[in-house]
């Protein structure tokens, strides 16, 4: 886990815009515990610190035990930000598997967007 574990956790700080006393807040580990993980000094963790780290930081326990695990944000980084946002937001995930039905069911986009424009002017023409 060596160093690589320091990395992680400031890499996931900086992702989430949290800062070492968020993280000692949400996590519930000690200030000197987080200190020491955050600069390297502790070079490994229990595997209950892990998981309260994983919790804390919305990531599976895998991405500090496993070297070339990533996070869902570094596979997304390529998509325009309101997209990843979207993806990223779990209040979303209605949208994305249906999303992912209209895919397999090879429903074209065009006819999906003739849909929603029907389901607009029904919904203008009850307003007036």
């Not at 006393?21 to 070079?43: F, P």
């Not at 998981?51 to 496993?66: D, G, I, P």
């Not at 596979?75 to 325009?80: C, E, I, M, Y």
Request: charged share 25%; proline share 3%; glycine share 2%.
């Amino acid at each position: 886990m060596s160093n690589n574990l320091a990395q992680k956790i400031r890499h996931l700080l900086a992702v989430r815009n949290l800062n070492q006393a968020e993280l000692v807040r949400l996590s519930g580990l000690s200030k000197a515990t987080v200190s020491d993980l955050i600069n390297g000094k502790q070079k490994s963790a229990s595997v209950k610190t892990i998981q309260q780290l994983s919790k804390a930081l919305r990531v599976s326990s895998q991405y500090f035990l496993e070297e070339d695990t990533v996070t869902p944000l570094e596979l997304t980084s390529h998509l325009p930000d309101h997209i990843r946002d979207f993806i990223l937001n779990s209040e979303n995930m209605d949208y994305i598997i249906l999303a992912h039905k209209l895919k397999s069911k090879e429903l074209p986009p065009k006819a999906v967007e003739k849909i929603i424009e029907t389901y607009e002017a029904l919904m203008l023409n009850r307003k007036e």
